[in-house]
């Protein structure tokens, strides 16, 4: 064999030697990266302190400032939506407030207006009663049912006039209710409420009925 080939045969075996060195040194650098402390295998992660960037367009949708911008105005419409609403509702329940007492006032008008010119207590009386309300429902003020039913085999009207006694028997204070039209066999329940304070206490007493 010649020098020349013993040569060449030296290098290619340190190539070799080297080589298997590098892969081996590679190969348990791999094994402590994935390993952990206590030998078991355990899955790949970053080391402590360590820090990646991510790529931003990887990203999609609304970034965080902008998406909570977007809920705070969407909240701030649905809450004027709300507060439009509730005034709307309020505003609807104080036109009908005020249609109820206008009806209300307008018939205990011609309630007291029919009764002027009628003698005695009336030709109803036995077809009204009345109930007293607990203060309790009333918000503590003195109130009565008045039921009003027609017991005739026509249409017909009624008056009514309730008067609020002290304990002397005087009368303090008169209130007028009615019935207009009223259908044969049918009743209305309207509701006589005293205007004066709770004390001294007053008896309401059924003055008059009169139907028309």
Do not use: W
């Amino acid at each position: 064999m010649s020098v020349t080939r013993l040569k060449g045969s030296e290098r290619a075996r340190r190539r070799i030697l080297v080589g298997s060195a590098l892969g081996g040194l590679l190969l348990a650098g791999g094994l402590a990266a994935c390993g952990g402390g206590n030998g078991q295998n355990a899955a790949t992660s970053p080391t402590a302190g360590t820090t990646s960037t991510p790529n931003a367009s990887s990203f999609s949708g609304t970034p965080p400032s902008a998406l909570a911008s977007s809920a705070a105005s969407a909240i701030g419409s649905a809450r004027a939506s709300a507060s439009a609403a509730a005034s709307s509702a309020s505003a609807r329940a104080s036109e009908f407030e005020a249609s109820v007492e206008a009806e209300t006032q307008r018939r205990s008008a011609a309630a007291e207006k029919e009764l002027q010119n009628v003698k005695g207590r009336g030709n109803a009386l036995s077809e009204v009663a009345m109930t007293g309300i607990p203060r309790a429902q009333s918000g503590g003020v003195l109130a009565v049912l008045v039921t009003i039913t027609n017991k005739t085999g026509s249409d017909a009207s009624y008056a009514v006039q309730v008067d609020f006694k002290n304990s002397d028997g005087k009368v303090v204070e008169t209130r007028y209710v009615g019935a207009e039209n009223l259908k044969p066999g049918k009743k209305e329940q309207p509701i006589a409420f005293s205007h004066e304070p709770p004390e001294p206490r007053l008896t309401p007493v059924l003055a008059k009925a009169q139907r028309y």
